[in-house]
Structures are given as structure tokens and as C-alpha cells.
């Protein structure tokens, strides 16, 4: 477009940035051993290049997201500082697409500083930003974490939904704590907000020995398993009784 003397518009730019994490393994597998950031990071510079309309939240959102999806969390960082150095305001997504980055790279004390800094720079956490917490220190099996985590959200009065749920019960999952996992499953079915679904009864069953009475429960629920995921913990023969 740029060799044409076409100029890209917000709209265009927000797009590419998103085929950048879409495209990453097809790029991979043509010889662009760029990644997906490295693009993102080139598709930013090129929007402050005179002419051209500037970055703006959606933009930094989106290009922190592809970092986070390509395992970059040190690009994430950066362009995170970068925004603000520009003097764009970070609102929610930004912070939670940051969040996002460092829980996959498993920085999940980074994560949690960057929570805090969230927090004082005055930006209010979601049910979004929770879950993704929750997620990330869950599946680091860090339950004591997100056991603040979830008191936070108390305190908060933010009202848990089936992610931040799923979340908290695959945490007891990898640590070992069937009885807290399910613990939530039982505070889900009481919920009048949120049910237990398949992927619930999917995050627990690992951490449990009870497979019959999962399967009464899911049944009396209305809960469709899928074939792929949790019937096969309760019909495989290692499974523990």
C-alpha cells in the first residue's frame, strides 16, 4: 500500500496487527523468522511516520496481545512503556493484554507488580482482568495466589464468572487439592449467576478420584460432556477410584 502512495488508515492498521498473531505459523513456516511482535513493533513505527495517523489504545492493545501471544514479554513491556511515553492513556484491554503477556511467559510475580501498578495509576481490574490472573497463577499452580486473587475480587465486590471459576478449579487441579476444586464446583451450582459446564467438570476431574460421582452430577445438571476431554478421565483404565 505505502509503495503505491496508498496510506493505511486506523482501521487497516488495527487489522494487520491482528493478522500478525492469525499469520504467525504460516510467516514461521515461509522462512520469516521475524515473529509476530517483531511485525507488530514495525507496523507501530510505521503509524508514527508523518502523514500518518497515530497509535492509538486499540492499537498498543492489539500489538501487546501478539507479543504475549509469541511468548515476547519483553516487547510487551516496551511497548506498553512506549504508549505511555507517547501519552496515550492505558485503559483496561492495555492492561490486561499486558497482564496477559507476562502470565504466559510465567512472570507471574511481574504480573502481580503490574496489577498493583494498574491499580495505582487509578484503572479499576474487570472480570477480564481477573480471570486472567486467576489463569495464570492457576496454571502455575500457585493457589495461595490466587486465593488472594479471588479475596481481591471480594473485596472489590467484582462477581466471579464461569472463567474465573474454570480458572480457580484447574488451579487445585495441578496443585492436587480436589477438595477445594471442589469446593468451587459445589459454589458454582449455588451461584444464581453462573453453572458448571463441561470445561468446569473438565478442569477437575484430574484432581479428583470421585469420577462416579462427577458423572452423576454432571448428568443431574444437564451438563453435556465433551468426548475429548473429560470422558476420557473417567473411562481410562489409570484412572484413580
Known amino acids: 500500500m505505502l509503495e503505491r502512495g496508498i496510506i493505511p488508515g486506523p482501521v487497516d492498521f488495527l487489522q494487520l496487527l491482528g493478522a500478525c498473531s492469525r499469520n504467525l505459523r504460516k510467516l514461521r513456516a515461509a522462512g520469516d523468522t521475524r515473529g509476530g511482535s517483531a511485525q507488530a513493533m514495525e507496523l507501530l513505527q510505521l503509524m508514527e511516520q508523518p502523514g500518518v ?10 500489538a501487546i496481545n501478539v507479543c504475549g501471544k509469541a511468548g515476547d514479554w519483553t516487547s510487551a513491556v516496551h511497548i506498553f512503556e512506549q504508549m505511555q511515553l507517547q501519552g ?20 507471574v510475580d511481574q504480573m502481580l507488580a503490574t496489577y498493583r501498578e494498574m491499580l495505582a495509576s487509578g484503572q479499576e481490574p474487570d472480570t477480564v482482568a481477573f480471570g ?29 464468572n464461569t472463567w ?30 453462573t453453572k458448571p459446564s463441561a470445561i468446569a467438570y473438565n478442569r477437575y476431574v484430574p484432581s479428583t478420584c470421585s469420577c462416579l460421582r462427577l458423572l452423576w452430577d454432571c448428568l443431574g445438571g444437564d451438563v453435556c460432556f465433551d468426548c475429548r476431554t473429560a470422558w476420557q478421565w473417567i473411562l481410562q483404565p489409570t484412572a484413580k477410584w
Not at 496515550?88 to 512472570?107: E, M, P, Q
Open 88 to 107: 496515550v492513556h492505558a485503559n483496561i484491554s492495555c492492561w490486561t493484554a499486558l497482564l496477559d503477556a507476562l502470565g504466559r511467559a510465567k512472570k
Open 53 to 62: 495517523e497515530k497509535p492509538d489504545f486499540k492499537h498498543y492493545s492489539a
Open 164 to 193: 474465573t471459576y474454570c480458572a480457580l478449579t484447574n488451579c487445585y487441579a495441578v496443585t492436587g487439592e480436589p477438595e477445594k476444586a471442589e469446593a468451587v464446583l459445589a459454589e458454582m451450582r449455588q451461584s444464581t449467576m
Open 132 to 160: 486472567t490472573l486467576l489463569a495464570h497463577a492457576g496454571a502455575a499452580g500457585e493457589s495461595g495466589i490466587a486465593e488472594d486473587i479471588r479475596r481481591e475480587m471480594q473485596r472489590l465486590k467484582i462477581a466471579p
